[in-house]
């Protein structure tokens, strides 16, 4: 009786044993270097894990992981009326990071799309009250002022956002056709005043020339002429001699 009585009981023992085995094993959580880990026990949160082994007791505690790394959302493309009343087709792309994993999820249903919501109707705020130039010239500028009204809101979900960018700006066809005259004047501009600058150095440098000419270089200059046309005999020279030296020479021979 005894020995069937033991083997009973290892019957059910080994049920037990099988039932222990499995619950430690389904306990043991393995949180990596990039996680963190929120534990609900019944419902209410108890306790952050950190990296490495950690154990969460099946059924009454609920274990769910959080990613602290950087993360990258996308702000679909969208329509906004800037200042000036032109409509700009615009989208960006937002960079934030978990700093407070029990925040993110106890205080926010979603983190990662209310941050990519809430920087969408920043975005629109903020392009909307700048004139399209001031969007075109100062982009960077206007995207940290984009960051800094979105990380005070986000700041309170544990979320830390770490940049903005604007990547795209699509203009309408007649804006990029006005914009494409106006560059085209501007460099007509600039061409014209380059050749105006030009041909006051050109003037200047003729003025100097004909200052030593006036000199006495002039003579030099006809002598080297004379040279140059004197070397073939056939060519004949002819020189022109001014009035004034023509009467000096006649007012001598009356004398």
């Keep these: 009786m005894g020995t069937r009585s033991t083997i009973i009981e290892n019957m059910f023992l080994i049920p037990i044993l099988i039932v222990v085995f499995i619950l430690i094993l389904a306990s043991i959580k393995i949180i990596n270097q990039y996680e963190r880990g929120i534990v609900l026990t019944l419902g209410s949160y108890s306790r952050t894990l950190n990296p490495g082994l950690n154990f969460v007791f099946p059924i009454i505690e609920r274990l769910m992981k959080v990613d602290i790394r950087i993360t990258t959302v996308d702000v679909p493309q969208q329509e906004v009326i800037t200042k000036d009343n032109v409509p700009v087709g615009i989208n960006a792309v937002v960079y934030f ?23 969408q109707a920043t975005l629109r705020d903020v392009i909307g009250g700048v ?6 010239a100062e982009r960077q500028q206007i995207a940290d002022e984009i960051k800094k009204i979105v990380d005070v809101e986000t700041s309170v979900w544990g979320v830390n956002v770490t940049g903005i960018k604007i990547q795209d700006l699509e203009l309408p066809a007649d804006m990029k056709r006005v914009m494409a005259k106006q560059a085209e004047a501007e460099r007509e501009r600039r061409a014209t005043i380059i050749r105006a600058e030009g041909e006051l150095k050109a003037s200047e440098n003729l003025k100097k020339a004909a200052v030593n000419l006036a000199g006495g270089g002039i003579s030099i200059r006809s002598l080297q002429t004379i040279e140059s046309t004197t070397a073939n005999p ?17 007012s001598i021979i009356r004398k």
């Design 97 to 119: 990071q978990v700093e407070k994993a029990e925040d993110a999820i106890l205080k926010i249903q979603n983190f990662s799309y209310a941050v990519a919501q809430y920087a």
């Design 234 to 250: 056939a060519n004949t020279v002819v020189f022109a001699v001014p009035t004034e030296i023509l009467e000096g020479f006649r």
């Design 131 to 136: 004139e399209l130039d001031t969007l075109l």
